[in-house]
C-alpha cells in the first residue's frame, strides 16, 4: 500500500490518475476516467472520435453524468451509433439491466444481436415453496440481410426500445419484433466497444471480442449526440485519426 492505495498487482507501481487492477490471465493495468495507459501510469487525452483496440471499453451510467444530453435514460428507448472496422468480431453495445440485457455486436462480419428480456418480473412462479422471477426471453440473431459490414467502412446502427425492438442498419430495417411490458428501473448501464471480462462474464460468452475500430455519434436521445467524452469512465480509449462520412 502506498498512500492508501493498493500496488501489489502493478508490481509495485503506483497507479498515477487512476486505480489498478489485474484481470484474469492479463497484465496489470490502470482504470480511468478517459484516456489510456501504458504500464502503470494513466494516460489522459482528448478524445473527439473514440477509437477502441480491444481491450477498451466506455461505460455510459444512468446517473452520474452533468449533462441531460449525455445521460442515458432509465427507460432508453433510443441508441444509434457509426462505426467502422475491419474486424469482424467485437462487441458494439452492451445494455445491462440488472437481471436482463439487450447486446448488439459483430459475428464473421454480420451484426448480431442478442437479449434477455423478464417481461414482468412483478410475476413469480413457485419451486419448492420459494418464488423465482419467470424463465426471460432470450433471443440471438445473426442478421446477414443488412449485409457484410467489417469493410472498414462506416456504418450507422440505430436500435429503437420500447413497444417495438427494432434495429435500423445504414436507414435499412434489419430487425423489428414486438416488445414486452417490462418493469424497469435506474439500474441501466451502457458498455460501448466493450466490457471487463472479470465484471461481466455473460458478455463475454455471446461477445468474446472486444471491438476494434472507430466509433463516433453516439446517441442515447434523438438528434442529440455525446461530444464530451471526460464525463464517462473508459478504458484505453485512443482518439481515432478518421472522420466519418457525412
Keep these: 500500500m502506498i498512500d492508501g492505495r493498493n500496488v501489489g498487482a502493478c508490481g509495485g507501481a503506483v497507479c498515477e490518475g487512476g486505480r489498478c487492477r489485474r484481470a484474469a490471465c492479463d497484465p496489470a493495468r490502470c482504470r480511468a476516467p478517459h484516456g489510456h495507459c501504458r504500464r502503470s501510469r494513466c494516460v489522459f487525452i482528448n478524445i473527439t472520435i473514440p477509437q477502441f483496440g480491444g481491450d477498451s471499453l466506455l461505460s455510459i451510467p444512468t446517473r452520474q453524468s452533468r449533462s441531460r444530453e449525455q445521460r442515458l435514460a432509465a427507460i432508453s428507448t433510443h441508441l444509434a451509433l457509426n462505426f467502422t472496422t475491419a474486424e469482424p468480431n467485437g462487441l458494439l453495445l452492451w445494455i445491462d439491466m440488472d437481471v436482463d440485457y439487450l447486446g448488439i455486436g459483430m459475428e464473421n462480419g454480420y451484426i448480431k444481436l442478442v437479449w434477455s428480456l423478464h417481461c414482468d418480473v412483478t410475476e413469480v412462479v413457485k419451486h419448492n415453496e420459494k418464488s423465482l422471477p419467470n424463465r426471460p426471453r432470450i433471443f440471438s440473431r445473426i442478421l446477414p440481410n443488412v449485409g457484410f459490414l467489417a469493410d472498414g467502412d462506416w456504418h450507422k446502427i440505430v436500435l429503437e426500445f420500447g ?27 451502457l458498455f460501448i466497444g466493450g466490457v471487463n471480462e472479470e465484471d461481466n462474464p455473460t458478455v463475454k460468452k455471446i461477445f468474446p471480442q472486444n471491438f476494434k475500430g472507430c466509433i463516433d455519434q453516439i446517441s442515447t436521445r434523438e438528434e442529440s449526440f455525446i461530444t464530451d467524452y471526460s464525463e464517462f469512465y473508459s478504458e484505453n480509449v485512443n482518439s481515432c485519426q478518421l472522420f466519418p462520412n457525412n
Design 163 to 189: 413497444k417495438n425492438i427494432t434495429l435500423t442498419v445504414d436507414k435499412r430495417l434489419a430487425f423489428i419484433e414486438e416488445s414486452c411490458e417490462r418493469d424497469l428501473n435506474n439500474n441501466v448501464d
